[in-house]
């Protein structure tokens, strides 16, 4: 499983309304992506800054998506976020939600 972080400044007074077009925009977008698993987006207490993680199958998937899709998703987003968001994508080693149990390092 991959994982996505999107890691971005949010404009003043533009918590509410990221939460609604994520909602309503940008999770769609992404279910009807091959290979999504989950969304979780993290925004700090005063609403600055904001994480997204998204969770796919593959690499492959999770490629795809960006540049594809995530282009058209960050067009989205100009009006409430400042500068341009960092992505890192990961290789997922553990998640309780998901089932998935750490692989052991070979030594």
């Known amino acids: 499983m991959i994982a996505r972080e999107v890691t971005m400044n949010l ?12 909602d309503d925009v940008i999770i769609p977008k992404l279910r009807s992506q091959k290979g999504f ?18 969770l796919w199958d593959n690499k492959e998937n999770a490629e795809t998506y960006n540049t594809t899709k995530y282009p058209e998703v ?24 998901h089932k998935i149990a750490a692989t052991p390092i070979a030594a």
């Open 11 to 22: 404009k003043a007074d533009s918590q509410a309304r990221f939460t609604h077009k994520l």
């Open 37 to 54: 698993q989950d969304e979780i987006a993290l925004v700090t207490s005063g609403g600055r800054k904001a994480v997204t993680i998204s």
């Open 74 to 97: 960050l067009k989205d987003m100009t009006d409430l976020i400042d500068g341009t968001p960092h992505v890192e994508t990961y290789e997922v080693s553990n998640s309780t939600w």
